[in-house]
């Protein structure tokens, strides 16, 4: 027998498995938060959970820890009452502390959670002619190359995907809003831009300093939040933002523990199995027979380390002849040689999986998303190059 160490590093899951598999309330019950112990107040309108920022600055509720979820859920298992939202002892606090390892997945919960819910209350402020406006301005966009989803129709914006909020969210909606003026006001846009800042920054950081500087943002965006959006918003997924950052600290930027990754993947796991007996047996039986079907020798060994030049009929002349005459002092000093009838031009070169494209590129539209760099082995260093080359010495 032998036996086996493994570190759990961590679990993601969206707010509804979160709750399932820590045996936690749902969102639209009470001490829903997997944090801290913010009891939640009851919306008499809506008839739904409120997690108001008032009530949570105003009583700084104290933080949840395993120790604490182990105790609440060994007094529900005796009295057969929920105790601090806890139903009982879930199989993960054997392996994990819920608290900290079982974290909020910010593709759900700031995209698909709380940016639709902005959008709707936009719409609410726009009219037909704004609305028009808004598709004009996505219909013109010139995204870099490797953006393969492009939001469109913003009455669609509910059947959006993961990745067309993402684009949004992070990328137009504020120059998009800061157009829409005066429909939509200053407090709304200067209310919006603290969120953005605050997600950009957490998705991606250089340095823990950064996060720190994050919290004035959240509670400030959590402060004015009802002023304008109402106190009705005021749900689980608002309130679980001013948490993000400590779950940064422990496990790192927001874009390295997402579901984006295998969301994608869910979906096709889920078309393999039926009914509700052995699910996994069906899902692991269909996909080893989907994937022998299909193999082909699409990847090779060198994959990772594959480097060759691209050539295919999107090489702009006009480039070429616009500086030929550069380009061939530039040869000369670089080569010590002059170009002859040899020589042949491309303008992409692949580099393992990565794909990289000069302004020589026909397709590249507005965007020079990487210029190729031409080793000179005589100066020691790279000199970037609106062209890649090769010579029949090379072949």
């Known amino acids: 027998v032998q036996y086996f160490e493994v570190d759990v590093q961590l679990v993601v899951a969206d707010l509804p498995g979160r709750a399932k598999i820590s045996c936690l309330n749902g969102h639209s019950g009470f001490y829903a938060c997997g ?47 929920k105790y601090y939202g806890v139903h009982r002892s879930s199989p993960l606090s054997r392996v994990l502390s819920i608290p900290d390892q079982c974290v909020y997945d910010y593709f759900h919960l700031i995209f698909e959670g709380h940016t639709i819910m902005l959008l709707k209350e936009w719409k609410l402020l726009l009219k037909q002619i704004n609305i028009a406006y808004i598709d004009d301005l996505l ?8 953006f393969h989803r492009k939001p469109k129709n913003f009455n669609s914006f ?15 909606a504020l120059p998009l809003i800061i157009r829409l003026q ?33 919290k004035m943002f959240i509670n400030e965006y959590l402060k004015m939040f009802s002023s304008i959006y109402g106190r009705c918003r005021e749900l689980l997924s608002t309130h679980i933002l001013v948490h993000l950052p400590q779950q940064c600290i422990r496990h790192g930027a927001l874009s390295f523990h997402s579901m984006f990754p295998f969301e994608s993947q869910l979906h096709y796991l889920r078309k ?34 594959l480097q060759q030049l691209r050539h295919d009929p999107f090489f702009d002349e006009d480039v070429r002849i616009r500086y030929q005459g550069k380009f061939r002092h530039a040869f000369y000093l670089f080569f010590d ?41 005589r100066y020691n260093q790279d000199i970037s190059s609106t062209f890649s080359q090769r010579t029949t010495t090379h072949q």
């Open 272 to 305: 393999l199995a039926h009914g509700t007996n052995s699910l996994a047996q069906q899902v692991a039986f269909w996909y080893t027979v989907d994937k022998r079907l299909n193999m082909t020798n699409k990847y090779t060994i060198d994959l990772l380390t």
């Open 139 to 146: 219909n013109n966009v010139d995204y870099p190359h490797d």
């Open 337 to 377: 040689q002059t170009i002859d009838s040899s020589l042949e031009y491309a303008s992409r070169l692949q580099f393992g999986i990565q794909l990289y494209h000069s302004l020589s590129y026909s397709r590249k539209k507005n965007t020079a998303s990487y210029r190729i760099c031409v080793p000179n082995r």
């Open 182 to 214: 005066p429909a939509l006001s200053n407090k709304l846009i200067y209310h919006f831009s603290l969120i953005l800042v605050y997600v950009r920054t957490l998705r991606y950081f250089q340095n823990h300093r950064q996060i720190n500087h994050m």
């Open 35 to 81: 944090n801290c112990l913010l009891e939640g107040i009851r919306c008499l309108h809506h008839q739904h959970t409120l997690y108001t920022w008032l009530h949570y600055s105003r009583i700084e509720p104290d933080l949840r820890t395993q120790y604490h979820i182990d105790a609440c859920a060994l007094q529900a298992e005796l009295s057969g009452k």
């Open 158 to 172: 509910q059947q959006w995907k993961g990745s067309d909020l993402r684009t949004f969210f992070l990328y137009l």
